[in-house]
Structure formats: C-alpha cells, structure tokens
C-alpha cells in the first residue's frame, strides 16, 4: 500500500481557504462503516465485491459533477460540481484510506470519473480566462483527484489484504488509461493546465507562501511524477497501443507542455525558493530517465543511425552462430526412423539412449546423456525479499524515438547547465540531516541519477572534444563544474557510509546504486586526469588522493567483490566494473605516485585483565600503562601503499567464481563486459601465476564450451582470439600441473586429479602450486625491557617492593611457585654444606664451590614467563639469581650460583612470606611501580651525574681543581665549524650488555671523572681567549721572519746539490737496476734527512705526511688521512695535480722542479729567496693541498 500521507496533506493545505458549503445528500460515512463491518460478518450473505450502498453514494456523487448537454453535446458543470468533487475527496480518505480498501477507487473507476468529468472541466478553463475564480476553483479541485487516483499502487507484506487483490488489477488497468487520457487529450492540453495552476503559487517568495501555496506546488509535482511512473503492467493484457503511454510519449508530451520548462526552474531554485520540493522533482527525473542511454543522447543522427546499424549486425552474428551451433547436431532428413542404442560405460554397466543424434561420435552420445539426466535442485531456503520495482529498473533498457531523443537531450543539457549542482547539493543536505521527506528510496534514486548524469556529462565532453578536433575549432568551456556539486569531500563521505551501511545490512538494492555512481565518479575523474586544462587535471589529482588515501575504501571493495551470492545480473555488472575500474585506476595512480601512503584504522588493542584469576591463564605481563594508552589511542596510523599487497586481496576463489558467475552469462554479454572478465582472469593466472585456481572442473568445461561450443562465442565476435589463447594456456598448464613429476609415493596425479573436483583453501595452494610446504621462518622473540631499582630504595628493601608489584598484578601463583623452588634449593643447598662440614672442609679449599641450582618450571607457561615477565626477572636477579644463554633466547635457564649461601637463600624466602601477609607502605601514597625505573634511565642519570666536590675534594683547594671551566656548549649550526665533517651517529645500546653490579658502576664512574679532570686541565677556555690575542707583534714577526730566511739560504744550497747530482747522474741511470737501487736508496735517505730537519726546526711538514703514506709498510691510520682532509682549502680544484706526481709553483720555472719530494720542497725554498727584497709584505703562500688518499689510492670527496 503506498504512503499517502504526502498527497493528505497536499489537500488538506489546499483546503484551508475553500471551505464546501452544506449538503444535504452527503453519505453518513460511519453508518456506512458500520455496514461494512456487518458485511464482512455475513460473508455467505453477501457475494458482490463492493457495498451496494457504498457504490450507490459514490455513483450519485459523480453524476452531481456534471454531464454532456442534450442541447450542443457539450459538457456541462453541475450546480453543486465543486462541493461533490470535495465530498468523493473526503470518500478517498475517509473510507479507502483510513478502512485500507480499495472500493472508493474502484467505483471511481467503474465510473469513469477521469475521462468523463475532471479532464473535461480541465479543459473549459483556456489561457483566456486565467482570471476566472470559479474555473480556476474547479480545476484545483480536479487536480486534487487526479492525484490520489493516478498515485502508484504497491502492494506491502504488512498490509495487504484480499480487498487489494482483488481490486489491483483493475485500478492498474483504469490508471494506464488515465495517463493515456491525459496525454493524448484532444481538445485541451491538460498537462499545461496543471502548469498554469501551480504558477501563482510558484511566484511567490518563498517566505511569503502559505501553506496552501505550498501544497499546490506538491500537488502539481506529484501529477508530473505519476503520470511518469505509470506503466503498462507486464501481467496484464494491453487495452490499446502501448505507444501511446510510453516514455517517448511522456518526454514529448513533457516538452511540449511545458513540463520541462517548470522542472528546470524549480532545479535551480532548488535549495532557495523550492527546499521541500527537491525530493519530488527527484522522483520524476528518476522515472523519466531510469533506464535510458546516456551516451546515445549526445549522439547525432548519423551517428545514432551507424549505432543502430552496428547493434544489428552484432545481433545478427549471434544469431547466425547460434543456428551453426544447432546445425551441427540438428536431425537430419531421416529423423523419422527410430534408433536405440546401448552405451557401455567404464564400469561395465550399459545405459540406453535414443535418437539418431547419438550414433554421430562419442562425445555426442555422452552430451545427450547429460541433457537427460534431471537433477532437483535444492531451493534457496534463505529469506525471501520482494523484489522492488527499482531492481528491474537499474537493468532495463529503453529505446527512445527521435523526436524524444531529442526533446530529452535538450532537457539534461539545460538542467546540467543550471539545475544539477543546486539540485543535488540541496539533496545531499537534506539526506545527511535525515529530513523527514527523505525515504529510502530517494536515497537509491539519489545514487543511482549521480550515475546518470554524470555519465550524461561525459558524454557530452566527448562529443565536444570530438567536434573540436575535427572541425579545429576553440575548445568549449569547462564544463566540469556543471558537475561538482557530487565531486566534492561531502558527497565522498555520504557515499562511502551508505556504501557500507548498505553492505552491512545486505540492502543490495542500495548497494548496487551506490556502485553505480561510485565507478561513475571514478570515470570522470579519468577524463578530468586526462584533459588539457591543468585546473582540471588538479582536481582530479585531489580527487584521486582522497579517494584512494583511505584504506578502508580499498577493503569495502574487496569485501563486496567477494560477498556476491545470487542478487541478480544487474547487481553482478555493477560488482564487476566498480572493481575493474577501481583497480586499473589504483594502479595507474600507484605508478605515477611512487610515495603514495594510505590511512588504514586498526582495532585498538585491548587491555589484558592482569586480575583474572591471579594471572595464570596468561603467562605474559602485562603492559605499561603509557604503552596501553597509546595503543588503544593509536587506532588510525599511515603506511606507504602497495599495490601488489592490495591486489593479492582479489586473488581469493570467492572473487574467481563472482567473475565466472558474469562468465555464465556469455551469450549475453557486451564486448566490454567479455573484456572485463579477459583482464581479471589474465591478471589472475599469469600476472600473478594463481593459474591453480581455475583448475576446477566446472571452470574448465565452461572456458572449454567457451571456445568449442555448443553454445560458446562467435569466432567472429570482438576479442574471440584473445580469449582463444587464455583458454589455450590455462589448459596447458593444467596439464603440466598434472603431470608434475614426483617423488615415489606420492600419488601427485591422482591428488591433482580429486583436488579438480573442489575449491582451493588458501592454505593449501602454494602447496598445490609447488609441491611442498612453505617454509615460514618465525621471528627471534624480543626480550622484555630491563628494570633497576631507584637509587632511593634501600637494599633490605628490594625484595618487598618487586614482591607487592607481583601481587598487586594478581600474580600469586607464580610467588606460590617461586618459594617452593626455593625451599627446594635451600634443602639442597644446606645439604651441601652439612656434608661440606662433616668432611671438615673449609670453605673456599678443597673439591671447589657448592653446585649450580636450576630453577624447574612447572609448566610451558611459566617457562615462558620466565622470559616475557620483566618484574618475575627483576625480583629473581634481586635475590642473586643468574640466567645463563643468551637474551633473546626463551629456552634459557635460571640458576642458583655457587656464591650464596642457604642463610641467604633463607633471608630472601623470608622477605617474600613476609611481604604478602604484611605489604610495605611507601610515602606520598607512591606504590611500588614508583620504586622502579628502566636501566636505560638509570644509566643516563648515572652518566648525567657529577659530583666531584664529595669525592675528588675539588672544592678544598686540592691540586684537582680546574684551572680553568670546560667550554661551554655550542650548537654545530652557530660555529664555524658546522659544515667541516658529517653528524656523529647516535650509538646504540647493546642488547645483551651485562649488568654491572652496584661496585663495578662505581668504580667505571669514578674512572670516567678522573679522565674527564685530566682532559678538563688541558683545556683553555673560550671564556678567557679575547680577540687582543689576534693582534700582531713586531719583534715576534721580525724573529719568525729572521728564522724563515736562514731556512731558505740552508734549503737553498740542497737545491743546488740536488740539481747538480742529478745531471752528473743522467748518464749513469742508465747502468741497470744496481744502479736504480742505489738511487733510490738516496732518495729515501733525502728524503729522511728532510723528516729529521723538519722535526729540529719543530714544523710538521705536509710533505713527510705524503712521503709516509707511499711508503711501503705504513701505519697511518684511517683518522689521520681524514685529518689531512679536513685541512685541505675549500676552494680546491678539483683538477689539481695529485700528490704522487711533481709539486709545480706558479713562481718557479719547470728546470727547476725536482722529481721527488725532497727537490720538490727545495724548489719551493729556492723560489722563495729570488723573489723580491721587501719580504714583510709578501703574503704567507698556504701549503698545498693534499688530496685523500687510502690504501695508495686517491679518494676525491664529491662534496668538495
């Protein structure tokens, strides 16, 4: 039964102004309810289907209307016309509605009431007598008939009586008639007239209308919806031409009635001036377009006529294959002669089959033995839903003539011109506010027009990009912003949430529509990707990251692709293309954006119950509070996305048998729904080698009949040859899969051959793939955090504080197991000792120290939580306990050294009982985890700490005492020397670094203070070095160049005898190698006169750090070489001459240059003394550079 509540009240508001005078023919209604209650008493009384008193009172009411004139044929309005259309108006609500009956109606009906009298007192008000009270008066009344007479009728599991079965069918029969009465009126256009009377009322301001006003508006919207939903009913026999009531009839009559005209102003006023009529205007484009190609629309004629011509060759290559498959085995002329025969099967046993085409070859015979095998299939025992008519209408396809094409197609480009983004933005607010005039299924038609229109759009993008190039003219504008009121972050979230909403509730209605105008969207995207405007290319760049930056989103889908049972065809295309669209577009942004990141929303983790039980049922401790709090917080993190993760999520045989689910239908389907299924299946067998999960028997037959037949794809058919070769290989490796070798034993065939028979488990395919298991290594477990005591707790008070922590985490059990270990070990252990005693041994002396006592657990949890429990480690380490292994290793042992004693093993034994029957308190109301710190902590105040005034005396005047305070610290960024090496790393903590006792830290600490008291005393301060210490002094630079001058004349002499020698020995470097030795024996020995002359004059000469590293045999070290680095200038070419070949000045001649190093550094000193007299003003010249070298090899820095 549909709602009415709408239309009630639309007629209520109308009749606030116009009250209906007296009569006194009006019907007692509640003595006639009375009737009908008596009547439904006395059923065997009673046959007719109606009340005779009730059909009488509606009768007479409607010859009170009026009737045709005896006179000119004419019609002609009744004296009380306008009082007994408000009185069958009252009948309506007072009796059909209010009793849920259909008998009011019906009479109407039987009456003719549409046909006879309200169209026919619509027609006698003309445009001429716009001003006419009483015409207008009657029309409005007549409108507010037609309403609830043309409203749908819906039957509801609820409601639904025998009274409406039995009426339905005629009131839908008697409503296609009222639509083809009002669309084909001849002597009125009654359309136009419910125009003229909504357009005093739609003048108006919005906050000026009345009530009134705003129920005609609703009035005249909802005509225009029923008159486009009104259809001719499938099961029922058609009373004329169907094309008179089709939709191509409806847009036409829609257009030339100005229908389109007042949509388009109440679209773009939508929001504004019309906020309560955007849910009606809704309905009608919905029923005007469900169902209608969007991209034929944009279409010229030609174009449409080469479109046209193209489907028809399609279907007729379908059919021609079609009759060629049952040709094959069609009879032949001799079908008439009879024929039986036996089939003898592998297990000896003979079946009979009849018919000639059994004699033609085996697998004939086997195939007709299928076809009569009759299999009962179980019936779906799960809840049956009723189907709404908007199922059938997302799939159906309606063909429009020219003329509407046209009229349509005018109409969408002028609403998405101005209508579309106020329309759907007041939608959109409206559903997000859940407004009392939004319904489900305006959600649905929501969805599903975003779907339409923006796939209108598209089209219409195309086709201008397509004029433009052919005919070079400028290019349009952007008509991208027609559409963004649904591209933008609030319609994202809106769809995203009843995406899943509608999921989660299995609504696949919703669902499906929210599909559709997800994959929309995500096209038109790609065309704004694609476009030459870079603002647009922009955009979708932001569209694009917020899409895909939301992992929930990737898994939404994922989980619809694979929850696909049995909804239908229309629901499985939508599945399909959403996903295959998602897919290559993910992929292709994945690719340009190498960084991109997804947000993904994890489970926070809960709180482990450390109360329960005493903790035994779990071995682990518990966490920190601070570690706790952020993960039950940190339920949103960011990961750099990958697409080959994201894609393995398809790879699931739920997600393999959806798409063969779409397969089935073959026969049926588009090039591009055949391509859709191409790609995945290619993906998934060779792109990602899961090829195993096709073999599968029931896969394999329908790739086969795919390609051979009966029943497969046209060789002729758009990518036949492609899906040729995808069965071809699937097949092959099939069979090399098969026929894998194996090992003795094994049976690998017949295992293959069973498991062709079922679904793969994802835990058994790498196993079917490879043959053997896959090996997963497990993770090295983590040893827990290491815990100290706080330098505050006394020593005697150790024990209880890790005791009360232990109790207070509910761990008795494990003390209740500690004290037996150790009650234990102190029997052994005073045994030992008293057997020690008798021998009269003394301790220290004799066989050696008592034996190590291990510790027992008594179960794998406890030994596991000897490992993971940090406190049970503390407390066992307090008591002098030691754990041989290594650190990360769970499987090691706890002992009991040899150095404690039975007294102390008794004394710790006794803190324990003492603790849990009498818990310490602690001041300031602390507890015992306030007692505790990390070792990491520890070791850092350690380290932090210094106090050299208590133990090294530095305040009393000692000789320890700091001449001068160490430097203050400086940041690297604000000195000179910020840039001249690379950042110290962080060192890192070793994990299995052994524990120092009490002692032992203190002796490293005082060590550390002494030497850093040593390095302190060298240092002078940067306090007390002032810039008067940069000032020159005379007589110290007349001594410094007094001393350089003597070095010059000394050098200066070597040069000479360097130079002499080595022409007197021109000659003689030609002897052979005795004499090359011996010339290389006085370089070397040059050169170490040149080392040792340098040491006396106190200078460390660059040239005895280069001689040193050619040596053979040297030790400078790594830290040297990049010492001699860092003193290189900045300004270094990096073209200079390396250190191995012969040093050159600018000011010395090439005769005067020496071959090794000695001659090199007296050729600098002889150049030095022929320069000019006047020496104080000739710069210092700096040394030359050195270039990096290690192992004899030069290493060039590339930041220099």
């Avoid at 809960?606 to 709090?629: S, V, Y």
Wanted: with cysteine.
């Amino acid at each position: 039964m549909p709602t009415s509540n709408p239309t009630a009240e639309a007629c209520d508001n109308t009749l606030v102004d116009t009250p209906a005078p007296r009569r006194t023919s009006r019907l007692p209604i509640k003595r006639v309810q009375h009737k009908v209650v008596q009547a439904k008493m006395e059923v065997w009384e009673k046959s007719e289907t109606i009340d005779p008193e009730v059909k009488a009172y509606v009768f007479s009411l409607v010859s009170a209307v009026g009737g045709s004139s005896s006179y000119d044929d004419t019609y002609q309005v009744g004296d009380d016309a306008y009082a007994a259309l408000q009185d069958i108006l009252r009948w309506l609500r007072l009796y059909d509605e209010k009793l849920n009956r259909y008998d009011v109606k019906a009479c109407l009906a039987s009456a003719n009431l549409v046909q006879n009298d309200l169209l026919e007192i619509l027609a006698l008000w003309p445009e001429e007598a716009q001003s006419n009270t009483l015409k207008a008066k009657l029309a409005l009344a007549c409108l507010q008939l037609l309403v609830p007479l043309t409203w749908p009728t819906e039957l509801e599991d609820d409601t639904t009586t025998v009274n409406h079965h039995r009426h339905l069918p005629h009131l839908q029969l008697a409503q296609v008639s009222y639509k083809r009465a009002v669309l084909h009126y001849e002597h009125a256009q009654i359309l136009r007239t419910a125009v003229r009377i909504g357009l005093p009322s739609m003048v108006q301001p919005r906050r000026e209308r009345s009530k009134r006003d705003e129920g005609i508006i609703k009035l005249v919207l909802y005509l225009f919806r029923n008159i486009s939903l009104i259809t001719q009913p499938q099961l029922l026999p058609s009373q004329g031409d169907e094309n008179e009531i089709s939709r191509s009839s409806t847009i036409s009559a829609f257009a030339t009635q100005d229908v389109f005209t007042l949509l388009l102003t109440i679209g773009s006023g939508a929001g504004d001036e019309f906020q309560d009529q955007d849910t009606i205007l809704l309905e009608i484009l919905f029923h005007l377009l469900k169902g209608v190609d969007a991209n034929k629309l944009s279409m010229e004629e030609k174009q449409m006529h080469s479109e046209e011509t193209n489907e028809l060759q399609s279907l007729m290559r379908r059919e021609k294959a079609m009759h060629k498959g049952y040709n094959r085995h069609a009879p032949s002329r001799h079908n008439r002669f009879g024929s039986m025969l036996w089939v003898q099967r592998a297990d000896a046993k003979l079946s009979t089959v009849s018919g000639q085409t059994s004699i033609v070859d085996g697998d004939a015979t086997l195939l007709q033995m299928d076809q009569h095998k009759r299999w009962d299939k179980p019936k779906f025992r799960g809840k049956q839903t009723s189907t709404p008519a908007e199922q059938a209408d997302f799939g159906e396809k309606i063909e429009l003539d020219e003329r509407a094409r046209k009229h349509l197609r005018t109409f969408v480009e002028d609403f998405l011109d101005s209508g579309f983004n106020p329309l759907f933005a007041s939608l959109r607010k409206a559903i997000e506010r859940e407004a009392e005039r939004v319904g489900e299924s305006h959600k649905r038609q929501y969805f599903y027009l975003i779907h339409w229109f923006l796939r209108a759009e598209n089209a219409r993008h195309a086709h201008r990009s397509t004029i433009t190039i052919t005919t070079n003219d400028t290019p349009q504008e952007n008509t991208f912003a027609y559409v963004a009121a649904v591209l933008d972050q609030e319609t994202f979230v809106l769809l995203n949430r009843h995406m899943q909403r509608s999921f989660d509730e299995k609504s696949w209605i919703d669902l499906q529509a929210t599909l559709l105008a997800f994959t929309q969207i995500l096209a038109t995207v790609k065309l704004m990707a694609e476009s030459k405007d870079e603002d647009d290319q922009e955009i979708a760049e932001n569209i694009q990251n917020r899409i895909f930056y939301e992992e929930a989103t990737h898994d939404r889908i994922v989980q619809i692709l694979r929850g696909y049972t049995n909804q239908g065809f229309a629901y499985l295309d939508a599945v399909t293309e959403c996903v295959h669209v998602f897919v290559r577009m993910l992929e292709g942004y994945s690719k340009v954006n190498a960084d991109l990141h997804v947000r993904s929303k994890r489970r926070a983790r809960r709180k482990k119950n450390a109360a329960n039980g005493g903790g035994g049922d779990d071995g682990g401790p518990p966490e920190d509070e601070a570690e706790e709090e952020r993960d039950m917080f940190q339920v949103v993190s960011e990961r750099k996305f990958d697409f080959a993760r994201f894609s393995a999520k398809f790879l699931s045989q739920a997600c393999v048998d959806t798409f063969l689910a779409l397969l089935h239908f073959h026969a049926d389907l588009t090039p591009e729904q055949l391509k859709r299924c191409h790609r995945y299946l290619y993906r998934l067998a060779f792109k990602h080698e899961l090829a195993i999960l096709l073999f599968r028997v029931d896969i394999l037959l329908l790739l086969h009949r795919l390609i051979k037949g009966p029943g497969g794809l046209s060789p002729e058919a758009e990518g036949f040859k492609e899906w040729e070769q995808l069965v071809q290989q699937v097949f092959r490796r099939c069979v090399k899969w098969v026929e894998k070798p194996s090992g003795k034993g094994t049976a690998w065939k017949e295992m293959s051959v069973v498991e062709m028979l079922f679904s793969k488990v994802s835990n058994t395919v790498y196993y079917l793939q490879n043959g053997y298991e896959r090996v997963v290594e497990k993770r090295v477990p983590r040893a827990p955090a290491g815990l100290d005591f706080k330098r505050k707790v006394e020593s005697q008070m150790k024990v209880p504080v890790v005791v009360s922590l232990l109790l207070e985490q509910g761990k008795g059990d494990v003390l209740g197991w500690l004290k037996k270990e150790v009650e234990r070990a102190v029997e052994e252990r005073k045994a030992w000792e008293d057997e020690r005693e008798a021998r009269g041994q003394v301790d220290g002396e004799g066989e050696g120290g008592a034996p190590s006592i291990y510790l027992s657990p008594d179960t794998d949890e406890r030994k596991l939580q000897l490992f993971r429990d940090k406190h049970l480690r503390l407390l066992l380490t307090t008591i002098g306990m030691e754990r041989l292994g290594l650190a990360e290793d769970v499987d090691a042992s706890w002992v009991i050294p040899s150095e404690i004693t039975s007294e102390q093993m008794k004394e710790a034994l006794e803190a324990i009982k003492q603790t849990e029957h009498d818990p310490p308190a602690f001041e300031d109301g602390k507890t015992a985890a306030d007692m505790l710190r990390n070792k990491s902590a520890a070791r850092r105040t350690e380290a932090n700490t210094y106090n050299s005034a208590d133990e090294d005396g530095a305040g009393s005047g000692s000789d320890g005492a700091l001449e001068f305070p160490p430097n203050l610290p400086q940041s690297r960024a604000d000195g000179d020397g910020a840039e001249e090496g690379p950042a110290k790393r962080r060192r890192l903590t070793k994990r299995n670094h052994v524990e120092l006792t009490d002692a032992e830290a203190d002796e490293r600490a005082a060590e550390r203070r002494r030497k850093e008291k040593e390095r302190n005393s060298r240092i002078k301060s940067k306090l007390y070095v002032s810039a008067l210490e940069d000032e020159s002094d005379a007589e110290a630079d007349a001594e410094f160049f007094r001393l350089e001058e003597e070095r010059r004349k000394k050098t200066a002499g070597e040069i000479g005898k360097a130079l002499m020698k080595q022409r007197e020995g021109g000659d003689g470097a030609k002897k052979g190698k005795k004499g090359g030795k011996k010339g290389e024996k006085k370089r070397k020995k040059d050169v170490a006169d040149a080392e040792s002359e340098d040491e006396v004059m106190g200078s460390s000469s660059p040239v005895k750090k280069r001689a040193a590293v050619f040596e053979e045999g040297s030790d400078v070290s790594d830290v040297e070489m990049a010492e001699a680095d860092e003193e290189r200038p900045l300004d270094e070419s990096p073209e200079e001459t390396p250190s191995t070949s012969p040093m050159q000045d600018d000011g010395l001649p090439l005769a005067e240059v020496s071959v090794n190093i000695r001659g090199s550094s007296d050729a600098m000193a002889k150049g030095a003394m022929e320069s000019d007299d006047d020496e104080d003003d000739v710069p210092v010249r700096k040394a030359a550079a050195r270039r990096s070298v290690r192992a004899g090899l030069i290493i060039d820095s590339d930041s220099e």
